[in-house]
């Protein structure tokens, strides 16, 4: 009934912007200005996909009413849009897909008219380049508030990047209810979903790890004696039904005085190996004062790429503490030196054969020069590793120094140190926060989570990515009402992009989440 009611809210709001639309068209006489018009989002001199929805965007001008022009660069295609007082610009979908295809590789023009009184005023037109790559059509991500206290009205959904359609694939419980005050989070798909395998996890009441396979939904209790914590970031194998999980012991703490609002820290992390077809796990390393987080494969399914801290501290917590007293005791001496610890990029060689990894291997050592790293991403063709460097820690999502990096792996493969062949990526970094990234299918598109419209909110930008290894300008993800990504008092988490749609019904999953008779126990190696 709420999304009958929701979607006749929609529809009844689309007729009447409609109705009130003026009509579009260009005017005869304007008077041009310099300084160019004032647009949210700020699609001005971005790449985009040729398969990408709308760019629709408002104009913060004076103005009763305005017009905008899109022309493909050879003057053959055109589209014309008007807006009234609100400067909302919507795009028709057919109108934009036309143009999209018939100017891959090369550029379109925009030209925004202001009426003012009985004159137009022209703003300078600005540019977006129509790239030859696609995009895959499909993103999802975590909703949550951006608040500490309670579970409430979160949930995993999945949007279409052809189009402003969003689904949710699990909600926690009815939105005004008190009663399902459950975690939701990592939606992490194998290989972009082609294989229709997924899962996330499910913290607090009903808690457990939501494994999809096509429409088949189960749930695995994944804590047992031989792993730290619980099972926390995977990553899955690209081939095999294989994850590495980190296993983590994490909390939170709070700032009484800082720009940063939350410090979220492990005071334990080790590196666990989980074969989904046998429902066994075992560990790959498990050490005391190292702290092993944010696993991924290479493409090949060869090598992991992890990242790791040494926190001496950590070794003087007395073993004879167990249980939740050596918990408290490893969680305050970590609080207590916070801005201390610092991870760098690891990597594990591994035999898909004999199921084993190597010893750990040095790839940057990120404290020597005062930084940070953390969610090594590796491009699909093996040649990037995408990562975000910060001060200290690994949960850069709450820190404002937190930028993107790459590193070119084939260079580092050729002889060249790593310490040289890493840079920011300059055009997609803010000055604010930019924290978890994915890569596209093709490695030509990263998604990324950033803070730079108002520090408050992460919002995905999507950037392209060439085959040289520049980063263009990013653009905030399309809606049908260009302001609702500030209306919107949600953050987005965790995006990930996939090639095709979850197969598995919000029912399906649903119950696999609440049947905690149907739940199965991880086995022990």
């Given at each position: 009934?709420?999304?009958?009611?929701?979607t006749?809210?929609?529809?009844?709001?689309t007729l009447?912007?409609?109705?009130?639309?003026?009509?579009?068209v260009?005017?005869a006489?304007s008077?041009?200005l310099?300084?160019?018009a004032?647009?949210?989002p700020?699609?001005?001199?971005?790449?985009?996909p040729?398969?990408?929805?709308p760019?629709n965007f408002m104009?913060r001008?004076?103005g009763s009413?305005f017009?905008?022009r899109?022309s493909?660069?050879?003057?053959?295609?055109?589209?014309?849009?008007?807006?009234?007082e609100?400067?909302?610009?919507?795009i028709?979908?057919l109108?934009?897909?036309g143009i999209?295809?018939?100017s891959?590789g090369?550029?379109?023009e925009?030209?925004v008219?202001?009426r003012?009184?009985?004159k137009?005023?022209?703003?300078p037109?600005?540019h977006i380049t129509?790239?030859?790559?696609?995009?895959?059509?499909?993103?999802?991500?975590?909703?949550i508030?951006p608040s500490?206290?309670?579970?409430r009205q979160?949930g995993?959904?999945?949007?279409c990047?052809t189009?402003?359609h969003?689904r949710?694939?699990y909600?926690n419980?009815d939105?005004?209810?008190?009663n399902?005050?459950h975690c939701?989070?990592?939606?992490?798909?194998q290989q972009?979903?082609?294989?229709?395998n997924s899962?996330?996890h499910?913290?607090?009441?009903?808690?457990?790890?939501?494994f999809?396979?096509?429409d088949?939904v189960?749930?695995?209790?994944?804590k047992?004696?031989?792993?730290?914590?619980?099972a926390?970031?995977p990553?899955?194998h690209p081939?095999k039904?294989w994850?590495v999980?980190?296993s983590n012991?994490?909390?939170?703490a709070?700032?009484?005085i800082?720009?940063?609002?939350i410090?979220?820290?492990d005071?334990?992390?080790?590196l666990?190996?989980?074969d989904?077809?046998e429902?066994?796990?075992?560990n790959?390393?498990?050490?005391?004062?190292?702290?092993e987080?944010f696993?991924?494969w290479?493409?090949?399914?060869?090598?992991?790429?992890y990242?790791?801290a040494?926190?001496?501290?950590?070794g003087?917590?007395?073993?004879t503490?167990?249980?939740?007293?050596?918990?408290?005791?490893?969680s305050?001496?970590v609080?207590?030196?916070?801005?201390?610890?610092r991870y760098?990029l690891?990597?594990?060689?591994?035999?898909p054969?004999?199921?084993?990894f190597s010893?750990?291997?040095?790839?940057l050592d990120?404290?020597?020069m005062?930084?940070?790293a953390?969610?090594?991403?590796v491009?699909?063709d093996?040649?990037w590793?995408?990562?975000?460097?910060?001060?200290?820690?690994q949960?850069?999502?709450?820190h404002k120094?937190?930028d993107?990096?790459i590193?070119?792996l084939h260079?580092?493969a050729?002889?060249?140190?790593?310490a040289e062949a890493y840079?920011?990526?300059?055009a997609a970094?803010?000055?604010?926060v930019?924290?978890?990234?994915?890569?596209?299918s093709n490695?030509?598109?990263i998604?990324?989570?950033s803070?730079?419209?108002d520090?408050?909110?992460t919002?995905?930008?999507?950037?392209y990515?060439?085959a040289?290894?520049?980063?263009?300008?990013?653009?905030?993800l399309p809606q049908?009402d260009?302001e609702?990504?500030?209306?919107?008092?949600?953050?987005y988490?965790?995006p990930?992009?996939?090639?095709?749609p979850?197969k598995?019904?919000?029912?399906n999953?649903?119950?696999a989440?609440?049947d905690?008779e149907?739940?199965?126990?991880?086995k022990?190696?």
């Amino acid at each position: 009934m709420r999304l009958f009611i929701n979607t006749l809210l929609v529809a009844a709001a689309t007729l009447l912007a409609t109705a009130c639309k003026p009509d579009a068209v260009v005017p005869a006489e304007s008077v041009d200005l310099q300084a160019p018009a004032r647009i949210y989002p700020d699609y001005s001199n971005v790449v985009i996909p040729p398969n990408i929805a709308p760019l629709n965007f408002m104009v913060r001008e004076e103005g009763s009413e305005f017009v905008c022009r899109i022309s493909s660069t050879d003057g053959r295609n055109e589209v014309l849009t008007a807006a009234g007082e609100d400067g909302k610009f919507r795009i028709d979908s057919l109108e934009w897909r036309g143009i999209l295809q018939a100017s891959r590789g090369n550029d379109l023009e925009v030209n925004v008219y202001a009426r003012r009184g009985d004159k137009w005023m022209h703003y300078p037109p600005f540019h977006i380049t129509v790239a030859t790559d696609e995009i895959d059509p499909y993103l999802t991500y975590r909703l949550i508030e951006p608040s500490y206290e309670l579970y409430r009205q979160l949930g995993i959904y999945e949007r279409c990047l052809t189009n402003f359609h969003e689904r949710p694939i699990y909600e926690n419980g009815d939105t005004y209810s008190l009663n399902n005050n459950h975690c939701v989070n990592c939606h992490t798909p194998q290989q972009y979903g082609t294989g229709g395998n997924s899962l996330f996890h499910v913290r607090g009441d009903h808690g457990g790890t939501i494994f999809i396979h096509g429409d088949r939904v189960e749930r695995i209790n994944m804590k047992n004696d031989s792993t730290l914590g619980n099972a926390v970031y995977p990553a899955w194998h690209p081939a095999k039904p294989w994850i590495v999980f980190s296993s983590n012991l994490t909390g939170q703490a709070f700032h009484i005085i800082d720009s940063d609002k939350i410090e979220v820290i492990d005071y334990g992390s080790d590196l666990v190996f989980y074969d989904v077809e046998e429902n066994r796990i075992s560990n790959i390393t498990k050490t005391t004062v190292e702290m092993e987080t944010f696993p991924t494969w290479a493409p090949d399914g060869k090598r992991l790429y992890y990242c790791s801290a040494t926190f001496t501290p950590l070794g003087e917590v007395p073993d004879t503490l167990k249980g939740e007293d050596h918990t408290l005791a490893c969680s305050d001496s970590v609080i207590s030196h916070y801005n201390q610890v610092r991870y760098r990029l690891m990597t594990l060689d591994f035999d898909p054969s004999s199921r084993r990894f190597s010893a750990p291997h040095l790839l940057l050592d990120c404290p020597a020069m005062a930084k940070s790293a953390t969610l090594p991403r590796v491009s699909p063709d093996g040649r990037w590793l995408l990562f975000t460097m910060g001060d200290y820690g690994q949960f850069h999502i709450w820190h404002k120094t937190s930028d993107l990096y790459i590193m070119d792996l084939h260079a580092v493969a050729q002889g060249i140190s790593p310490a040289e062949a890493y840079r920011p990526l300059e055009a997609a970094n803010s000055n604010n926060v930019e924290s978890y990234h994915t890569w596209s299918s093709n490695g030509r598109w990263i998604v990324f989570s950033s803070r730079r419209d108002d520090s408050s909110y992460t919002r995905p930008y999507i950037c392209y990515f060439d085959a040289e290894g520049k980063d263009y300008k990013p653009f905030l993800l399309p809606q049908e009402d260009p302001e609702m990504n500030l209306s919107r008092t949600k953050s987005y988490n965790i995006p990930e992009f996939a090639k095709h749609p979850v197969k598995a019904s919000f029912d399906n999953i649903r119950r696999a989440v609440y049947d905690d008779e149907a739940v199965r126990r991880v086995k022990t190696q």
